[in-house]
């Protein structure tokens, strides 16, 4: 199919022969000759489709990760028109490749298939990153309308990108016409909206806010819904969106809310109490009251503070709870669950099927002919180790790498596909000014005494294998050696060894040191990885073992067992109006 855009005039052709999406009002086809962006096709377009086009064109928002290889917004880029000014039959978005909806990571038995490694740290952090790009889209006055689980998709890494943006609610400034969002689900819809037309209605920020926050429960509440419950007393349950309309949250408590929370879901306790008192204002208080959901902003700062306030489970480090808690919840739900971890330790145990119910053992029954083992389970895909993106330092706005290392990462050769994926190496613990000190209180009782540069040489070189001192011991060790030799004119044996050890020990740490700063801009593509011969116990924290040993500067080995820590959210200030992401 050949069609003209609307800025310049210039033809493209579509791949009409197989669409790759397809919805009641629109189809999604791929353009030829450019994949990276998507052509979406309305099958009854209409004029007010090309002026609302023409509007979110000419304002688009400040997309947070536009200059960093990420579409956080899948705005419009350029109108599609049957011929040279023509009328507007669709238009061009950017192509969104390697994510998946949202449902896929908070539901629990689908999150253990797809990503199994996807864990609490990971879910604050992707509602952390939801948040900012709901800031961001109120900051220019725009209104999703239509907030649902699909029209989120969710990477690995934690990235987010919201489409069908073409649905949401736009507002022309210049021909004071505001083009409302017709559609919206009911599960997602507040309290003051359900049963409204929304073809009728002019729809606020504070309607977004009781959509966000049911996104946000989902998230972090393995999948239940806010409103989602068990009656106190006899009598029949009503629908989901009545629950909403009659406000019976049933986390608030009271004898006025006929619902007590699930027997399968999380305690309310295991959020931080922060985000407690925000869920509760949003559905409790904002119930009648809309303007007290909180926006966008203070959710970000509310999963920032829970997020910094997570510490690993001893058994298990994939489990990561609040320090408010005295013990680790997901180890109580894991037994709950009969077994069935929702944040496993190895792909293995990923992999374990729920624990059957006990019977009466059946007859065995003889192999089917030919047939000398049995049918291989089907196990969890690991995560690319292409996928991940190393952390971002402190107050960065970006979700992904500078353009040069994704350049880079592109031409590499794909690294072999296995879950262990960050290389975790501690700095020393003993500061240079410490290190200066100590060794400026040593110089005057042994500046007059060779031989005690002999046994200060020594010492620091055995001092230089202790953990957290290999460098500096080290380093030291060489000066004291070198001193020895310009007092007294002649070289011990003790001296030789010592220097030699010492010099030894500082070149290691130096090494270590600078591929800590390498794995953090680089995705490491050599490393050998090898697959144990058996697999490791359920409660095992590794299940893979690298072909190369590393040691860091305080002695201490590392494996790649570790998920890296996502991508930092986006700042506040870079959602300023008028303002451009860092």
Wanted: charged residues 20%.
């Amino acid at each position: 199919m050949k069609l003209y855009r609307g800025s310049g005039g210039s033809p493209i052709r579509l791949d009409t022969a197989s669409a790759l999406g397809a919805g009641g009002e629109a189809k999604i086809y791929s353009v030829s000759g450019d994949p990276s962006l998507v052509a979406k096709l309305y099958h009854a377009p209409t004029e007010v489709h090309a002026r609302k086009l023409a509007a979110m064109l000419s304002d688009p928002p400040t997309d947070p990760t536009a200059r960093r290889w990420h579409t956080s917004i899948a705005w419009p880029v350029d109108t599609l028109h049957s011929a040279p000014g023509g009328a507007c039959v669709g238009f061009l978005m950017p192509r969104v490749s390697g994510m998946k909806p949202v449902f896929e990571f908070y539901n629990p038995r689908a999150r253990r298939e797809q990503c199994p490694f996807f864990d609490t740290l990971y879910l604050h952090r992707a509602a952390r990153n939801l948040a900012a790009v709901v800031a961001a889209l109120h900051d220019r006055g725009y209104v999703i309308g239509d907030v649902n689980e699909s029209n989120l998709l969710v990477a690995e890494t934690a990235l987010v990108t919201l489409v069908d943006t073409d649905s949401f609610q736009v507002r022309d400034p210049k021909k004071r016409s505001v083009y409302r969002c017709p559609v919206g689900k009911p599960d997602f819809t507040p309290p003051e909206l359900q049963g409204v037309s929304f073809s009728k209605v002019n729809r606020g920020p504070e309607h977004d806010r009781f959509g966000l926050a049911v996104l946000l429960f989902h998230l972090l509440m393995e999948g239940t819904h806010p409103f989602d419950g068990k009656r106190r007393s006899a009598g029949e349950s009503t629908l989901r969106h009545e629950r909403i309309r009659a406000g019976h949250f049933p986390y608030k408590g009271g004898r006025r809310i006929p619902y007590e929370p699930s027997p399968s879901a999380p305690p309310l306790e295991v959020l931080h109490p922060e985000l407690r008192e925000l869920f509760l204002r949003c559905f409790a208080k904002g119930h009648r009251n809309p303007n007290a959901r909180p926006d966008a902003r203070e959710w970000q700062d509310a999963l920032a503070e829970a997020e910094a306030a997570l510490v690993p489970c001893n058994a298990n480090p994939h489990h990561q709870y609040g320090r408010h808690l005295r013990s680790c919840p997901w180890c109580a739900r894991t037994l709950l669950l009969g077994g069935r971890d929702p944040f496993p330790a190895t792909l293995a145990a990923a992999s374990v099927p729920p624990p059957a119910k006990k019977s009466a053992p059946a007859p065995a029954s003889p192999a089917p002919a030919g047939t000398n083992s049995p049918k291989p389970t089907k196990t969890a895909r690991p995560v690319s180790v292409n996928a991940v993106i190393a952390p971002i330092p402190s107050g960065a706005a970006a979700f992904a790498p500078p353009s040069f290392f994704s350049a880079l990462r592109a031409k590499l050769p794909r690294p072999p596909a296995f879950p262990l994926k960050r290389l975790e190496l501690k700095m020393p613990s003993v500061s240079p000014p410490t290190w200066a000190g100590v060794m400026a209180l040593l110089r005057t009782p042994i500046h007059s005494s060779p031989t005690a540069w002999t046994g200060m040489t020594v010492l620091f070189a055995l001092l230089a294998g202790v953990p957290g001192l290999g460098l500096w011991a080290g380093l030291s060790a060489v000066g004291c050696g070198a001193m020895e030799d310009r007092r007294t004119n002649w070289v011990t044996v003790g001296s030789v060894l010592g220097v030699g050890w010492g010099a030894g020990m500082a070149v290691k740490a130096l090494f270590t040191k600078a591929l800590l700063l390498l794995s953090l801009i680089l995705p490491l593509p050599a490393l050998k990885v090898e697959n144990p011969p058996s697999p490791p116990p359920a409660n095992s924290t590794g299940s893979m073992k690298p072909g190369v040993t590393l040691y860091s500067s305080m002695g201490t080995k590392r494996v790649w067992r570790v998920p890296p820590a996502p991508h930092r959210p986006i700042t506040p200030s870079a959602f300023r109006p008028g303002s451009s992401p860092p």
